[in-house]
């Protein structure tokens, strides 16, 4: 049986492409994209994935540590790496606290877009078979 090795930056990447096809495909409403139950469950998702961002993103820094903690850790401007690796945590335990800021707004905006809905009234594509919509 063949392993792989797992490639946390090609996830993130992959994560990066998804999210930026979800950006080109919500330009305009259409097909698959048309109702504001779609845009619940999007604001939903998107809640989710700004909540579990910060843990991504602290984590980032841990192959840096380890270097670091192996006395391997090097900067091409020959500068103390222990002054790197402060700053480097402290610039992501910022953009962590953002991302949960992030997702408490989103948590509020899918609630918010929970009652929402569309009035069907007089819609022909809403009709049941027997043409009355009852």
């Not at 991504?56 to 903690?69: G, L």
Request: glycine share 8%.
């Amino acid at each position: 049986m063949t392993t792989t090795n797992p490639d946390p930056a090609r996830t993130a990447s992959a994560a990066v492409e998804l999210i930026r096809r979800f950006n080109h495909e919500t330009i305009t409403t259409g097909p698959g994209w048309e109702y504001p139950g779609s845009a619940y469950h999007a604001i939903g998702a998107l809640s989710y994935l700004a909540r579990i961002l910060p843990q991504a993103i602290e984590q980032c820094a841990a192959p840096v540590r380890r270097t670091h903690a192996d006395g391997r850790l090097q900067l091409d401007t020959r500068t103390d790496p222990g002054t790197a690796l402060t700053n480097l945590d402290s610039l992501l335990a910022s953009a962590a606290k953002t991302a949960a800021l992030l997702g408490d707004y989103l948590d509020q905006a899918h609630a918010a877009s929970s009652p929402m809905g569309m009035d069907t009234t007089g819609l022909p594509e809403f009709f049941e078979a027997d043409g009355n919509g009852d």
